[in-house]
């Protein structure tokens, strides 16, 4: 009796080690964003190339992941597509965000995001296009650092010094040479953020890319913000207050309607 017990804890130990290398995979997959060869990802997580092998295996067959013409390249498969577009459809928030957002660009002009945020990062879980053929690059499902945005920003201020302490992993990385990476000079940025209502990026995530975001609240286990994104040669500190007015009707639209979401 004992070696059939025995034997079923050491058949539950593999089978929650498969399921790890399964999330492991998807999740490098997915900040890669490049299809890799299974000797990248064997030496990346650190795991024998035979036994990745045979995860990956099941995982295409599964449609989780798929390969190039020459089968030695693994990406996302179609099946990860579907699951991200289902917690998109099933996210209250983004459910409700899609005719704010859009009147947003409308009354802006410029790129308009919806974000949340994930441990140190921000995901972007909706955008709308900037009218303008000079224009940022983004994508839904884009994570960049919280410190070097002002979606991640505006998120961050609602949480007192020690919480930011706590949610970041410091020493903080620096996406461009404007890129604030000291924590007292964020800690007052944030302190700033807080007062006005929203917060700033001045090119630190892209250069020349200045930013505006007005934070939603703190649920989801992180927090969310909206924001608007433009060329710096289009968003002068004149522009960048106008802005910001309009960023800060648009969060105040969303909230209302959270509220009377979670009224019925």
Do not use: F
């Not at 490098?28 to 990802?41: K, N, P, T, V, Y």
């Not at 989780?64 to 579907?82: F, H, I, N, Q």
């Not at 890129?179 to 940025?189: F, I, R």
């Amino acid at each position: 009796m004992e070696s059939v017990s025995g034997a079923a804890r050491v058949r539950r130990h593999e089978d929650v080690k498969s399921a790890a290398r399964v999330l492991e995979v998807l999740e490098l997959l997915g900040a890669e964003g490049a299809r890799l060869s299974l000797a990248d990802m064997a030496s990346t997580l650190s795991v024998p190339k035979s036994s990745l092998h045979a995860v990956l295996r099941t995982m295409e067959s599964r449609r989780w992941v798929e390969t190039d013409p020459s089968g030695t390249l693994y990406s996302l498969g179609l099946k990860a597509l579907l699951t991200g577009t289902a917690y998109l459809e099933s996210d209250d928030l983004a459910g409700i965000a899609g005719p704010v957002l859009d009147l947003l660009a409308e009354e802006t002009g410029e790129a308009v995001h919806l974000g949340r945020l994930d441990h140190t990062d921000v995901v972007y879980l909706a955008k709308r296009e900037s009218r303008h053929a000079l224009r940022m690059y983004s994508a839904v499902g884009r994570r960049l650092p919280a410190h070097a945005t002002a979606l991640g920003k505006a998120i961050l201020s609602q949480y007192d010094a020690a919480e930011v302490q706590r949610r970041l992993n410091w020493p903080l990385p620096a996406l461009t040479p404007s890129t604030v990476t000291d924590p007292d000079e964020l800690l007052a940025q944030l302190a700033d953020a807080r007062k006005r209502g929203w917060a700033v990026d001045e090119g630190e995530s892209s250069v020349d890319i200045r930013c505006v975001a007005v934070p939603l609240g703190t649920g989801h286990g992180g927090g969310d913000a909206i924001s608007c994104s433009a060329p710096r040669s289009r968003m002068d500190d004149a522009r960048l207050g106008e802005i910001a007015a309009h960023v800060t009707e648009a969060a105040h639209s969303l909230r209302t309607l959270l509220k009377r979401l979670g009224e019925h």
